[in-house]
């Protein structure tokens, strides 16, 4: 998950209310992204105002893309962030350095943090999984009452041979009637 690249334009240093009208977020929400160290202004003014450059605007589409596109919490989002921040220290370190026990520190380092990706992208999926599943069952639930509709079997006839009776039942209630 690369960070967005910065970019070199000599674009004005924008204001927080722009920044904000720009990318759809609240004043608030940069200004907690700040507090919480996913972001840091390009600068300040001299009325100390917090001023953002192109590439904090791309940081924060990205922040709020795995925020809301791909249902990360603040939390996964700053270590993936601090994980890409890290891979970056690495690679400027591996070209500085031909000490093969630092070259092998650096590369575990970006291994375990790779697998750390990993492992929380496939908890991800599979929730993600675990959810379809359950709403493809609600669909085929649905399906039956339509099936019924359509003169087929009740989706909730009474239990015969074979058949699993209702989960209330298995709970030892009686059903609604």
Do not use: C, W
């Not at 967005?4 to 004005?12: E, G, K, L």
């Not at 609240?26 to 917090?50: C, K, V």
């Not at 996964?76 to 690495?90: I, K, Y």
Request: hydrophobic share 35%; glycine share 6%; no cysteine.
């Amino acid at each position: 998950m690369p960070l967005p690249s910065p970019t070199t334009t000599d674009a004005p240093l924008l204001r927080i209310q722009e920044v904000a009208a720009e990318t759809g977020l609240t004043t608030r929400a940069i200004r907690y992204y700040e507090e919480i160290g996913l972001l840091e202004p390009a600068a300040r003014s001299d009325g100390a105002y917090r001023l953002y450059d192109p590439s904090d605007l791309e940081r924060l589409r990205f922040i709020k893309s795995l925020r809301d596109d791909a249902g990360f919490s603040l939390a996964q989002v700053g270590q993936l962030l601090e994980d890409e921040l890290a891979r970056e220290r690495n690679r400027e370190r591996l070209k500085t350095t031909q000490d093969p026990d630092e070259r092998r520190a650096l590369i575990l380092d970006a291994r375990a943090r790779v697998d750390g990706q990993i492992a929380t992208l496939e908890a991800k999926a599979a929730r993600l999984a675990t959810m379809i599943d359950e709403a493809k069952a609600r669909r085929a639930h649905i399906d039956g009452h339509l099936a019924e509709l359509d003169g087929g079997p009740a989706p909730h006839a009474p239990v015969g041979a074979g058949q699993h009776p209702p989960l209330a039942l298995r709970r030892g209630k009686e059903p609604a009637r």
